[in-house]
């Protein structure tokens, strides 16, 4: 090989990487979504939060204004720094970690945009959210992104797709799955709720069973990890007697009607007084 030959540096994998994604950051995006300029094909935005040895925690974001046309992607940079400093007045601790973008996979001139956010951090992280929903579901992927050289001389930028942890309190996934329903007319409600809850639960201790089941007839492989998992949640559940149940359960039940027979009765005082003020002042004029 030549002396004055240049070398081809192609960057290492980022597979290490994990990208904790909160609920209220997917609602923002699909919020920022619905409310696009007509015409728009796509919205991007600032990703907050903090970088730690764990990983990247994407807690918060908002939308910033831009324009792509013929390749090239104007950043309203003004309302970026902007937000920026409003939010960092709110939450001290939040940083820039990275931008948001609707869609599924990354696009030739997404690299100018990473180029853009590599300005307020080392690495930016690239989040891709399908809003349309193209396979049904609401595909997320996380990028990180390497510089590709050739010698001293930048090329091009190659992203690299890391894992995303989605996981939220059972309120927020039943929000989330209501995005998913394209034709969603009405919230459901707290009895509903608990009963997708219920459902799930049932499907999984299903899909336990069926697995303990395979292990034990030595029709599948055990796994220690697993198992593991399995023993740390059952001692977690408290042992309970068929009576001592019945009547924990009655309590709450109880204690749920009392406050739901409160509450009605000041709805009912508050109700009332209203209209005999509205007749006293009526009576007044």
Not at 49 to 61: A, C, D, P, T, W
Not at 173 to 196: A, C, F, H, Y
Not at 203 to 212: A, D, H, P, R
Request: with cysteine.
């Amino acid at each position: 090989m030549s002396a004055n030959a240049a070398v081809l540096n192609m960057p290492g994998s980022l597979t290490g990487s994990v990208a904790r994604v909160h609920p209220v950051v997917l609602f923002n995006i699909c919020d920022s979504y619905i409310r696009r300029n007509e015409g728009q094909e796509r919205v991007i935005g600032t990703l907050l939060g903090s970088i730690g040895e764990n990983g990247i925690e994407v807690k918060n974001s908002y939308a910033v204004p831009h324009n792509e046309s013929q390749g090239q992607v104007a950043v309203d940079i003004e309302f970026h720094r902007t937000m920026f400093e409003l939010h960092h007045r709110v939450n001290p601790k939040e940083v820039i970690v990275g931008w948001y973008s609707t869609g599924d996979g990354v696009g030739s001139i997404d690299a100018l945009i990473q180029d853009f956010y590599g300005r307020d951090c080392a690495n930016p992280l690239h989040l891709t959210v399908d809003t349309q929903m193209v396979d049904e579901t609401l595909s997320i992927k996380a990028y990180l992104s390497n510089t590709v050289t050739l010698g001293d001389k930048p090329l091009a930028t190659a992203f690299h797709q890391i894992q995303v942890d989605t996981r939220m309190a059972e309120a927020d996934r039943i929000g989330v799955q209501m995005l998913k329903e394209r034709n969603t007319e009405t919230l459901p409600s707290d009895i509903d709720g608990l009963q997708v809850s219920v459902k799930r639960l049932q499907g999984m201790l299903g899909e336990v069973t069926e697995y303990v089941d395979a292990v034990l007839e030595e029709k599948a492989p055990a796994n220690k990890t697993i198992g593991r998992y399995l023993m740390d949640t059952l001692a977690a559940v408290p042992r309970l007697g068929e009576e001592q149940f019945v009547k924990l359960f009655n309590d709450s039940v109880q204690d749920v009607l009392l406050v739901m027979y409160l509450a009605n009765m000041t709805k009912t005082q508050l109700m009332l007084a209203d209209k005999l003020s509205t007749n006293a002042v009526a009576q007044y004029y």
